[in-house]
């Protein structure tokens, strides 16, 4: 039912770099899915794109300007939609010659400024360049108005000076080392205070330069993401005319620049058409407000969302403007799939057990919670869809006779059990009736949900769905819808 993400061709060549920086650095729920989008095969799909606006010559210049803005948009796009969004330290995977080679030459420097205190005079060349680099992290913590501390971190850490101790024999660099570690204690946020007091608790001098970086690592991130909670408030008030504006420079640069959206919002408008829904005036200009004009143009940007939420995500590139939310619209088809098969399998089983157990307090979640776990996973290359859906049938079957039994009904008979386990092993066919049943009124209350998406109350569940209203209300709050 749903792609194998493994297979995802992506379409972010069409806006360059549209994510680099943040892939790896970002909180970002569900990872491995956003990496198998990056890293799928690179086709560009040009096969399926409307022609019509002819392709022009694009410089060097422009397109590193283009891949620029489009960077700083996708990072301020993911500040506002992901309200969990933080900058986290890129780790390298373990084995990676990545890693590796990182490794070894942190090793030699260390080792180098090792060997070098050990020297008798002692060398400080190596030591001076690190209590520099320090001196330049905390003046970064610092705001406009710490000249106190300003004066004294210029003051204390003066390199000159340093230097010329250094040449007479004069240095101390645990006196210095130990300035560092108050002026970080002083500047740090209350989370770091530990990784402090750890800091005086190291003695030797090259293992507290390395832990004195790491520490200063984790301050630069929560300054980093200090920042981020600052912006977004603002952020969130912009971000539509920002996003709007950059496309707009990207469509007079490129004039074929978003002939996937074009198609795409075409095709929902037919989609309309055929479904005889009211559509726009032929001659209908951007000025015109209200009426049956702005019906029809958020009845098709709605529709233009519910298509994504069926996305053939292997064989088709997704729309520009959108391409930021890919991983968002994937993760919620996939959720919705799950939705369906486990809100169908629930109406079969309800269905076949009568009014007399959906009331039972806790029967109804505990048959969702077994169906749920069953279908962990469905979207993986290796999941078995039927045997899965036998095994539910099994586990269902047991569950009813249960509970019919403590509560003085008569348990199934063989054959009412064959029945409904052949209904729930039905359930992995497309074309089964009550999972299009499902499938449709799911498909309903998301449509309702966009088109009531500024009033404070949700709409209405359509009758079947109750079992999996949580799940379904969770799925359609998700910011990415109607944004």
Known sequence: MSQNPDKLHSS??????????QEENSDNPDQSVRKRIRQSAPGSHRDDTPKSSPARPV???????????????????????????????????????????????????WDCLEAQLKEDP???????????????????FLLPGHTRLRNQITEVLDLDLIKQEAENGALDISKLVKFVIGMMGTLCAPARDEEIKKLNDIHEIVPLFRAIFSVLDLMKMDMANFAVSSIRPKLMQQSAEYERKKFQEFLEKQPNSLDLVTKWLQEAADDLAKLGHETLPPHSNDGATGGASTLCFTAVQNQAYLKLLKWDHVNRPFPETVLM??????????????????????????????????????FAEKIKTIVKVLLTGTHLPSFNLKESLATIGEKVCAEVNSCLSQHGFT???????????????????PDNTICRLIDSRIQKFLENYLASSHQKTLPAIPGGLGPIQRELEEVAAKGVLGT
């Open 12 to 21: 972010e060549e069409r806006l360059s770099g549209l994510e680099d920086g």
């Open 59 to 109: 410089s060097i210049e422009e397109l590193m300007e283009t891949a620029k803005g489009v960077t700083n948009m996708a990072l301020a796009h993911e500040i506002v939609v992901n309200g969990d969004f933080q900058i986290k330290p890129a780790e390298l995977p373990e084995h990676s010659l990545e890693k590796k080679v990182r490794d070894i030459v942190h090793k030699a420097f």
């Open 122 to 140: 002692p060398t400080y060349d190596h030591a001076i360049k690190l209590l520099g680099e320090i001196k330049e992290n905390l003046l970064s």
């Open 325 to 362: 939310d890919q991983t968002r619209f994937l993760e919620i088809q996939l959720e919705l799939e799950q939705l369906l098969l486990v809100g169908t399998v629930l109406l079969v089983t309800f269905s076949a057990a009568g009014p007399a157990l959906v009331d039972v307090p806790g």
């Open 411 to 429: 348990p199934f008979s063989a054959e009412r059990e064959t029945v409904l386990k052949g209904q729930i092993q039905a359930v992995a066919n």
